[in-house]
């Protein structure tokens, strides 16, 4: 296995080659902790990722990036603690802590120059790459941690994802600066249960959407329209418990929150 994570590491650039280096100085210190390493790597993507000819990328970006031991402390932490380093190994590794990870749009590719917006923060970068086996074009949403090389331009570091979620990634990226609305919150419900199996959508209806049994059942039955017109009604319902109020109508403005229960400050009413 170790041997099959090596070979796939792309060592055609230098800062692969500091990678890999670094990587195997502290396999000396930490044997162990490496061939644990490789195998939390594996449970985390699978051991399918071995047939994916960029195992060698995500396994640096995962390895630096992710892997953690038990107390906490990180990769970038431990080999700056335990290695001597030189002026590039440093560079390279302060470099990886100040990466950038989100989802980017390509906003347009010149040669192999690719200039991206992050959907967050609404920023531009530019990212110089070499040869890409992926076939992306202006408009698709990546998600890729970008980090400076030793020239200071950015590059793709750790892997690049990429997949057909992009307006779910929206909405969701858009309800850290404002709230959604109900027609926003719906399309999300259903873009999120799009995939799910029958056992994954029921556990789902039930405990996220609040659906009791009969619900649930019969939900099954209707047609995507009237699943549609289900999903909204729970999602008022939901926002009004959140907020004390019953359907938007204010009818629990005057209330208190005890151990999950709206209380009416005047009736001594509960409702949960």
């Not at 989802?103 to 609404?122: G, Q, S, V």
């Amino acid at each position: 296995m170790k041997t099959k994570i090596k070979e796939k590491i792309n060592e055609k650039n230098k800062e692969a080659k500091i990678f890999d280096s670094l990587i195997s100085n502290i396999e000396k210190k930490f044997p162990n902790l490496i061939i644990d390493s490789k195998e939390e790597f594996l449970e985390f993507y699978g051991r399918e990722i071995l047939n994916n000819p960029h195992s060698g990328q995500f396994f640096y970006g995962w390895f630096f990036s992710i892997f953690t031991l038990k107390d906490g402390k990180g990769m970038v932490c431990l080999i700056q603690e335990c290695l001597e380093l030189n002026k590039e190994e440093k560079l390279l590794l302060n470099n990886v802590q100040n990466g950038i990870p989100g989802y980017f749009r390509i906003l347009k590719i010149e040669d192999k120059n690719f200039y991206l917006e992050d959907l967050l923060t609404k920023k531009d970068y530019l990212v110089k790459t070499r040869d890409l086996e992926h076939k992306l074009i202006p408009g698709k949403i990546v998600e890729v941690c970008l980090v400076k090389n030793l020239k200071g331009d950015y590059f793709f570091f750790g892997g690049l994802r990429t997949g057909d979620k992009t307006r779910l990634i929206e909405l969701n990226l858009a309800g850290y600066s404002r709230d959604l609305n109900v027609d926003e919150m719906v399309e999300r419900e259903i873009l999120i249960m799009k995939n799910m199996d029958e056992e994954m959508l029921i556990d789902y209806l039930e405990e996220v959407l609040d659906f009791n049994d009969d619900e649930i059942g019969g939900y099954f039955d209707l047609s995507e329209k009237e699943r549609e017109e289900m999903i909204r009604e729970h999602i008022i319902m939901l926002m009004g418990c959140e907020t004390g109020e019953e359907n938007g109508e204010g009818l629990w403005e005057n209330k208190t929150k005890i151990n999950g229960v709206w209380v009416d400050d005047k009736t001594g009413e509960g409702k949960e």
